[in-house]
């Protein structure tokens, strides 16, 4: 058997698609299950912007995810060039051998001629199929349409008697009937190729022997089928794989509804969570990172291993219940004949869950440097390889425990790095549990005076401190804890209360709680 060879074909768009990247994924996996290539081609034929900004981002994505391939931009290989506007003459070459074995033709019908043929075809409820009065053209006509600059583009001349068979590893048999499609264009007047056949050249003469796409081109299937037995070449195994919808739809994923992905409820928290972290570390909103797009992950700090767990669940899976794999579980395991028909749906709790497992598995000093970068760029720590700095971003996670999912989670402790006189309160938190609490004052003015003596300043000497001191008061632990956790961190909610205070140490403690009382009373007067 051959070797397998897969391949992904993005157009530069100056991102990388979520959904492509499942497909991309899956292409990768194919080829490593079976020990093959994975091929990178740039599909760039109708591109006029700048390419290589166009398609950093799609690199970027791949080497992020550790997606390597074998052939392609940065690496080469022995079937380039891998970029199709570089390909011309190749697409040149198939062209005028279809042309010289009568397999394509020079198609000098106007527009105008074409939408009275369609019409016709209309009117007497026909299916439209071109007139080919091109074919009947003499030399001498032909000539005379050159030398008038009229426009000719090339056309595949479509065997109607045949029955086009394509047996889909995803979709099993399909059958199109040639005799019901009109002759494609494979060359535009301009001379530049249309992607059926740019996409057919490479593929045969990349020897790729499954072509595993999204679903939106098995329409563009038949005729690449056709273009294929034209120029004498074998067939790839097809497999087109359902698209990725959005979230609780069944319509496809795409950049053009982000307006209507902000509104549903699905989505929501990950629109919120761009908007507080990406201003705090230097993206604005305007870059335009939204959850479509893979650098969206990147960037707030996904784990590539939760990002490709998801991804390969994405209609495809391992069995009927095994949800958490690894990329090594993955590929040993990967086979066409387990990817579904049916379109699937990209689920923001459920990529939360797997980032929230993968995140578990990494060891302290690794969360440790997935999440500072997020506090250097917040301007909240300076030097995160300061040894004491480093211990205390240590402490903060380990007191997080499961609240720490995604790295840029880490900003909603910020009160563990902000300067005391900086740390802003929560009003509704210190209204409820401070101003508006009878004694919560007085208290915090008497555990603060046993704080400032404490001499075990740790979690299990603040522990027996904080249990001696509602015992002698004869209170319960409830009416100090909450006015105790407003003042020292400004939040209603946090890590637990001994490690909190142990981790903001003495001096910062007896301050914040100095500045909350203050607060309360000048608010008072
Ligand atoms: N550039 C095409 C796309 O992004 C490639 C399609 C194909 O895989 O044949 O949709």
Do not use: M
């Given at each position: 058997m051959s070797t397998v060879r897969t391949r992904f074909a993005p157009s530069p768009t100056g991102y990388m698609h979520i959904g492509g990247m499942r497909t991309a994924l899956f292409n990768w996996l194919w080829a490593r299950h079976n020990g093959g290539q994975f091929i990178l081609r740039i599909d760039d034929t109708d591109q006029e912007r700048n390419i290589a900004a166009a398609l950093d981002p799609i690199l970027q994505a791949f080497k992020w995810l550790g997606l390597n391939w074998d052939e392609g931009p940065e690496v080469g290989g022995d079937f380039g060039p891998y970029f199709q506007s570089e390909r011309n003459d190749l697409y040149r070459a198939a062209v005028d051998q279809l042309l010289a074995d009568g397999k394509a033709y020079y198609c000098y019908d106007t527009p105008e001629q074409i939408q009275a043929d369609r019409e016709a075809a209309q009117s007497e409820k026909r299916n439209y199929l071109n007139i080919r009065r091109s074919l009947e053209l003499t030399a001498s006509q032909k000539e005379q349409f050159a030398a008038e600059g009229r426009p000719a583009v090339v056309r595949l001349l479509v065997p109607r008697d045949q029955k086009i068979q394509i047996d889909d590893a995803v979709r099993g048999h399909v059958e199109f009937d040639a005799g019901l499609m009109p002759d494609p264009?494979?060359?535009?007047?301009?001379?530049t190729p249309l992607y059926n056949l740019a996409t057919v050249v490479d593929d045969a003469q990349m020897q790729i022997t499954h072509v595993i796409r999204a679903e939106e081109h098995l329409s563009n299937t038949p005729v690449q089928v056709l273009i294929y037995q034209a120029l004498g070449y074998e067939l790839p195994q097809f497999a087109h794989i359902p698209f990725v919808a959005a979230p609780g739809g069944k319509e496809k994923l795409s950049k053009r509804k982000l307006d209507k992905y902000r509104k549903s409820p699905q989505f929501k928290k990950m629109f919120d969570k761009a908007d507080s972290v990406f201003p705090r570390i230097g993206l604005a909103n305007a870059e335009g990172l939204d959850p479509v797009m893979v650098e969206y992950y990147e960037k707030i700090g996904y784990l590539p291993e939760a990002i490709l767990n998801a991804l390969a669940r994405l209609g495809w899976s391992l069995d009927d219940k095994t949800e958490i794999m690894s990329l090594d579980t993955i590929v040993e395991n990967f086979t066409l004949d387990r990817v579904v028909k049916a379109a699937a749906g990209l689920d923001p709790d459920k990529l939360l869950s797997f980032q929230s497992h993968w995140m578990n598995q990494l060891s302290l000093d690794e969360k440790v440097a997935m999440c500072s970068p997020y506090l250097v760029k917040a301007g909240l720590v300076q030097d995160a390889d300061d040894e004491t700095t480093k211990q205390k971003i240590g402490q903060v996670i380990a007191g997080m425990e499961d609240r720490l999912k995604i790295a840029s989670d880490i900003l909603d402790f910020d009160e563990f790095f902000v300067a005391d006189d900086q740390m802003e309160y929560d009003s509704k938190a210190f209204k409820k549990r401070i101003q508006n609490s009878d004694q919560a004052v007085e208290l915090l003015g008497k555990i603060k005076n046993q704080l400032a003596a404490a001499e075990d300043f740790n979690a299990d000497g603040l522990d027996k401190l904080l249990h001696d001191f509602v015992e002698a008061e004869g209170i319960g632990m409830g009416q100090i804890i909450h006015a105790l956790r407003v003042a020292v961190s400004g939040k209603a909610t946090g890590i637990g209360m001994f490690d909190c205070l142990s981790i903001l140490g003495k001096e910062s403690c007896v301050r914040r709680i100095d500045r909350a009382m203050a607060l309360a009373q000048s608010d008072e007067n």
């Open positions: 264009v494979i060359l535009r007047a301009n001379g």
